[in-house]
């Protein structure tokens, strides 16, 4: 009954936040709004999202965010100094395969999500049966390096979040 | 405002800017499709998040209120950039045909997701 109400209870408790942060003040009358969408939202797009992802280990969500922040001030160094200071023709660029080890579709958009912010790779496309992603980098000095670093660094924190 | 607040949020905006710009840069200096998406995909969003780093802290010290909106920007930037990325790849894929039989191999029996469903 409960999970029928609210299908998914963590997006219901998501959007409630978003429409105070949006309205920019705590009001009563604005909590009351935010709740009514909390609740209608979900249940109007449950359809398209029958799945309940599993979320757990809140400490490593933390743990992954903060990697993923400074992966992105460092990768923004790294581009705009190959932006700046190298001849685009000298770029080391190329398409890598990457095979995965998550299974739900939650933890891959994340990680293909992941990929796109940081170091000098964009996620490209998935193969066909969701157990690959193709990834372009930028620069590359080989793809067993970046396959292994993108394994380490995100794939493993995302299975202990997701799975 | 003190000094060094003053010089915090003006340090933010500059980065921001200079971010931001060698990031339009990068789209217009690179050869190809491909390199060209790395510029915007990424310097934006450090340019991006410094300015609204900047514009933050601006509130905080100089306004009378904390605003919250500048969070919700960097989420929805976070959401929307890489899928805008993602989906350009995938036009480009499809279009390309030097890149389309360039890619490497899935790996598994099936092929990558855009050519395969063409089938």
């Given at each position: ?6 299908p998914h209870p963590l997006l219901s408790v998501w959007i409630v936040a978003v429409w105070v942060l949006l309205a920019n003040e705590v009001t009563f009358g604005q909590l009351v709004l935010g709740l009514i969408l909390g609740v209608l939202i979900p249940l109007a797009t449950s359809a398209y999202w029958p799945g309940r992802p599993r979320v757990g280990a809140p ?28 001849r685009g023709d000298s770029l080391q660029s190329r398409f890598i395969t990457l095979p995965l080890d998550l299974r739900s579709p939650e933890a891959i958009t994340v990680l293909a ?51 | ?119």
């Amino acid at each position: 009954m409960l999970l029928r109400l609210f299908p998914h209870p963590l997006l219901s408790v998501w959007i409630v936040a978003v429409w105070v942060l949006l309205a920019n003040e705590v009001t009563f009358g604005q909590l009351v709004l935010g709740l009514i969408l909390g609740v209608l939202i979900p249940l109007a797009t449950s359809a398209y999202w029958p799945g309940r992802p599993r979320v757990g280990a809140p400490l490593m969500m933390i743990e992954f965010m903060l990697v993923v922040l400074w992966d992105i001030v460092v990768s923004n160094i790294q581009v705009a100094s190959l932006i700046l200071f190298r001849r685009g023709d000298s770029l080391q660029s190329r398409f890598i395969t990457l095979p995965l080890d998550l299974r739900s579709p939650e933890a891959i958009t994340v990680l293909a999500g992941t990929i796109t912010m940081t170091p000098g790779t964009v996620s490209a496309d998935v193969s066909a049966d969701g157990r690959a992603l193709l990834v372009h980098c930028l620069e590359t000095d080989g793809a067993e390096a970046t396959v292994a670093q993108i394994k380490q660094r995100y794939e493993r924190r995302l299975k202990r979040i997701f799975e | 405002m003190h000094w060094i607040g003053e010089a915090a949020v003006t340090a933010l905006i500059l980065i921001g800017a200079f971010f931001l710009l060698v990031g339009s840069f990068g789209l217009a200096k690179l050869p190809d499709m491909m390199r060209r998406l790395h510029g915007p995909s990424k310097s934006t969003t450090l340019g991006i998040g410094s300015l609204l780093i900047a514009s933050m802290a601006y509130f905080a010290i100089a306004g009378d209120h904390i605003s919250f909106h500048e969070l919700l920007i960097t989420i929805f930037l976070f959401l929307t950039a890489p899928v805008t990325a993602h989906m350009l790849a995938k036009a480009h894929i499809l279009r390309s045909q030097a890149d389309r039989s360039s890619l490497p191999p899935t790996d598994r029996p099936s092929g990558w997701a855009t050519l395969d469903s063409e089938k």
